[in-house]
């Protein structure tokens, strides 16, 4: 464990959970309990109190923690011993009380940030390779998306874009007009991501290594002269981003004027951010390489990533004058990164065991903070057969950051090159996410505002569960989707654990059926290869939009079907957040946040709060799941008017399913429907 004056954040709650953090700069014992901080050691007492005092404290403070979150109890427990080691300097260390798993995830990202709500593209599908090779390349791949109805949003260049790998740059042959390629992109809606490594190729003709060696910006050797390592372009220099002047450049490179042949729909991936060096220790910078400030790298070495997208943020957030909202990707992160974007699990393989874990390291950066992140889908190193590529593009279609990425050295495998059956399965995969958007981006609006992540293991909403401590095969979107991908090989059906409520059974409904389960405990669901298991639990309301379109910008105006899933007491509720998808605007009050609730025969849309957003979406279908008597009509009344609407609507009274039909209810006007 690496630190820089380290610092350590222990998080209890009755579950034992615990994140370990490192921050930059402040020393200093802090007691978070109500957002009420107790400084308990200052920087210049820590400097006096050295290491072993410092472990003393905190174990004497662990203690009487424990103490205090056992309800004092005097019979001793297990006995249970935590040792903490910091090659460079001291842990400061933070207790968070809790006193359930939701306040200490509150209370962590109340010290160290949120993600920021991302675009409405950045949640869905994107399409990656190392590499695509040439404008011409990138044309073939959206039109045949395009050609077989898939939806996708976004395409990916790796480094082989770049002229020699030197960043900032395009092959001045394979996109020789980035900017013709853009506009065929923007023109259905999609974007592009480009990526820009901090390893700068040593090549005197180019513009950033000049910048940097005639500016002093590179980390130093031990001699004090500028490191050179190795990575992708041979012989490379890394800028030193704990230099605010090597940040504000960084920022600077950016700007339309200086990343010449991009557009406001061009977005970053900064990989290699660890650094990496390749003849380097553990394949990254040497410990005793030196930093602004005096640092050695053994002190810094986990900050440096996310200072570099940092740097990165503020570039795009100058470039696109504070209006849109960055999208940027990151490999390296720290406790804080999730302020500036996504991050993902890294170079994995296709194999089913990789697929199979990428559900808990989802789940384990969702809970330490990371609420924007996912695996790549597919495998980047293999061959992926073609079940495993079915089920992992099922899988990644649920989980919070939805990228398919390769490596060169592989087949190509874009979906749209397989036999029709697999197409179809893969296209209706994708084309549920985009269902779910709504649903997706309501989720990171809340995460803004409180911290919970969208994906979350199941003992964070059923924390007195005790059964779901060590599930990590099934998880929860929100509260109110379950899902269970099928991650092994051949599979014709897998056990779902249902979790219940204790003081009322919580019914569960199969999203494609209406088939209920209810019951804690686990069940056999039956699958073949179109089969996703995912459940919406009784008592939520979920909003979707089912136009098939090519991405998601294209979708802004369509309309909502609100699928309503009643529990034991025939209730249900939800929330529904709306905005342009794209801008900070919604900082400034231009949204709709609305909550939206049935019971006792009222259907019902009520806004949160002041915000106000003209929105041109309605709704164009209601499902109601549940529901027992068949209504005689169904009225409805939009604010600001005396009419009462007599409604359509289809009732299956088998499965006790009601459907309403272009109810035509608009979404920037409260509402309500009443059942008689």
């Given amino acids: 464990m690496e630190t820089h004056t380290g610092c350590t954040i222990l998080m209890f709650s009755s579950m034992n959970f615990g994140v370990l953090w490192h921050y930059t700069e402040r020393s200093h014992l802090l007691w978070l309990k109500e957002k009420k901080v107790l400084l308990v050691y200052t920087g210049k007492m820590r400097q006096k109190l050295g290491l072993m005092c410092v472990i003393f404290l905190v174990g004497g403070v662990v203690s009487s923690l424990m103490k205090l979150v056992s309800g004092g109890a005097s019979e001793p427990g297990p006995h249970k011993e935590v040792h903490f080691i910091s090659e460079s300097g001291l842990m400061d260390v933070f207790f968070l009380l809790g006193p359930g798993p939701k306040d200490v995830l509150q209370q962590y990202t109340g010290l160290t940030g949120v993600t920021p709500l991302p675009q409405m593209f950045a949640i869905a599908y994107h399409q990656c390779r190392w590499n695509y090779n040439d404008q011409e390349d990138v044309q073939f791949v959206h039109e045949n998306f395009d050609k077989e109805d898939m939806p996708l949003d976004v395409i990916w260049l790796d480094i082989e874009h770049t002229d020699n790998k030197k960043y900032f740059t395009w092959d001045p042959i394979k996109f020789s007009d980035s900017l013709g390629m853009m506009k065929n992109l923007s023109d259905k809606g999609r974007k592009l991501v480009t990526i820009v490594d901090p390893h700068i190729k040593r090549d005197s003709n180019y513009f950033i290594h000049k910048d940097c ?204 090159l397989y036999d029709e059956t697999t197409k179809d399965i893969i296209r209706q995969a994708i084309r549920q996410r985009y269902a779910l958007l709504p649903y997706w981006y309501t989720l990171f609006y809340e995460n803004e505002k409180t911290g919970i992540p969208p994906m979350r293991p199941l003992w964070l909403e059923y924390p007195k569960d005790s059964d779901t401590f060590a599930l990590d095969d099934v998880y929860l979107l929100g509260d109110s989707l379950l899902v269970r991908p099928v991650t092994e090989s051949k599979a014709t059906s897998v056990k779902v654990y249902f979790p219940s409520d204790e003081s009322a059974m919580t019914i569960w409904y199969d999203v494609e059926t209406y088939e209920t389960f209810t019951g804690r405990g686990y069940k056999s669901i039956e699958v073949d290869m179109y089969k996703i298991p995912v459940f919406q639990r009784g008592g939520s309301i979920i909003p979707k939009k089912l136009r098939p379109r090519r991405s998601s910008v294209l979708m802004q105006h369509d309309p909502y079907t609100l699928v309503v899933a009643l529990d034991e007491e025939g209730k249900a509720s939800g929330t529904l957040y709306i905005d342009d998808g794209e801008s900070f605007d919604y900082r400034e009050g231009k949204y709709v946040y609305g909550h939206l609730d049935y019971q006792r025969g009222k259907l019902s849309f009520r806004f949160l709060d002041a915000g106000r957003y003209s929105d041109a979406s309605w709704v164009e279908r209601i499902v109601v799941a549940g529901l027992r008597l068949k209504p005689h009509k169904i009225f409805a009344q939009i604010q600001g008017t005396k009419d009462h609407v007599e409604l359509d609507f289809k009732y299956e009274a088998k499965m006790h399913i009601l459907t309403i039909r272009k109810p035509k209810l608009p979404m920037n006007y409260e509402w309500h429907l009443q059942f008689y």
């Avoid at 031990?222 to 890394?238: A, H, I, L, M, V």
């Avoid at 384990?364 to 889908?377: C, E, H, K, Q, R």
């Fill in 213 to 416: 060696e005639a500016n002093g910006f590179y980390i130093k050797d031990t001699n004090g002269k500028d490191f050179e390592g190795w990575c992708w372009p041979g012989s490379s220099s890394y800028p030193d981003f704990f230099n605010p002047a090597v940040r504000e450049y960084w920022k600077k490179q950016y700007a339309f004027d200086k990343y010449h042949g991009t557009t406001k729909d061009v977005y970053i991936w900064n990989d290699m951010n660890e650094p990496s060096v390749f003849n380097g220790p553990e394949v990254t910078m040497h410990k005793d390489k030196l930093h602004h400030g005096g640092w050695e790298h053994r002190d810094v070495h986990n900050i440096y990533g996310m200072l570099v997208v940092d740097s990165t943020f503020q570039g795009l957030m100058a470039r696109g004058e504070n209006k849109l909202r960055p999208f940027i990707l990151s490999r390296s992160f720290f406790a804080g990164s999730q302020r500036y974007g996504a991050i993902w699990t890294g170079d994995n393989g296709a194999e089913w065991g990789h697929l199979q874990v990428s559900i808990p390291m989802v789940l384990s950066l969702s809970i330490a903070g990371m609420a924007f992140t996912g695996g790549d889908v597919g495998g980047f190193f293999k061959n992926p057969e073609t079940d495993l590529l079915i089920r992992w593009y099922q899988a990644g279609a649920y989980q919070p950051f939805f990228r398919a990425h390769a490596h060169e050295q592989t087949r190509r495998r874009e979906p749209y």
